[in-house]
């Protein structure tokens, strides 16, 4: 059996490294980080001016009026610088969750990319895939534009999502491609709602 101090010291290993942690991602975290900041803040300095105190030491109001102070300054002061750094952490990771967001996102259509798909077929429930592109769209572009070749593209995303979306992970490959990676539905079911998109 180990003792009740080693025990201690084990707890506070464990601790300290939360306790400096930067990581903030989101308003609660914030919140936990300016308390957690501001608390060591305050024990750091309110510990330096008690051990001043014991060597200089004067009459007990002179001692608990300096640590009121020091509480009061050290607090006030690591509060605000404590809000600031905690803000641009949780800053950076939002900024980073919205590249992240984006780099596996089509633009056009708002559904997962290629990056995003061949992510999703790693994955070990994904069966099926089933490839989907538009007949004759080169014609379409030539024809109309490439603006009504966009509009095309986003309305096959948006019935696709509507038709498939739930048997599922839909994206777009590029260009006029498609891909759905469907779970282990039944061969049957997943014909039937196929071609009743394919007629749509």
Known sequence: MRPAGYLRAMYVVRFMPRLFSTEVTSDRELRSYIVRIAAVAVFVTLSADIVLHIFFFVTWTEAFRSWAVTCLLSAGIAIPVARATGKAHLGLYRAKQAVETLSRTDPLTGLPNRRALFEAAEAPNAIVLVIVDIDRFKRINDTHGHLAGDLVIRRVAETMTAELGSLGQLGR?????????????????????LSRFRER
């Not at 491609?177 to 709602?193: G, H, I, N, P, T």
């Open 173 to 193: 490959l590029g260009g006029e491609e498609f891909a759905l990676l469907a779970d282990d539905r039944s061969v049957d079911e997943l014909s039937a709602r």
